[in-house]
């Protein structure tokens, strides 16, 4: 079981930026697909991006052009940069892990196996 907790939300203007961290209890070097997830409200989460263990990054269609995931070995964290935010971003995002087996690290909330708690990211206009 991996264990997940994620930092760096909060409440910012439209156009402004946000540094997410998720820090994981395992060696995120190898051996895990890495992913961030959000929730609008009301809303069917959302894959935003994925790391597989080889580094091979995954990223929505819709946010590519504004979200970067990396890993930061000497942290163990998994970040997520996401830039010119707006209203319309307001959700609660989640990281989450699961064991990489190959076959690729997909946006598939059901594939993934450890959730961190979430935090909240407030977008205003």
């Known amino acids: 079981e991996v264990h997940l907790v994620a930092s760096g939300g909060g409440s910012v203007q439209a156009g402004g930026s946000l540094r997410l961290s998720c820090f994981a209890s395992?060696?995120?070097?190898?051996?895990?697909?890495l992913a961030w997830f959000r929730q609008l409200s009301g809303k069917p989460q959302e894959g935003i991006a994925a790391?597989?263990?080889?580094?091979?990054?995954r990223y929505a269609v819709s946010l590519k052009d504004r979200v970067t995931i990396s890993r930061h070995f000497a942290r163990n964290d998994l970040e997520l940069q996401i830039d010119n935010l707006q209203p319309e971003d307001t959700a609660k995002y989640y990281c989450?892990?699961?064991?990489?087996?190959?076959?690729?690290?997909?946006?598939?909330?059901?594939?993934?196996?450890?959730w961190g708690q979430g935090t909240q990211v407030t977008v205003s206009s």
């Open positions: 989450a892990a699961r064991i990489d087996r190959g076959g690729g690290c997909w946006l598939l909330d059901h594939q993934y196996t450890d």
């Open positions: 395992v060696d995120i070097r190898s051996g895990y697909c």
């Open positions: 790391v597989e263990s080889n580094g091979f990054k």
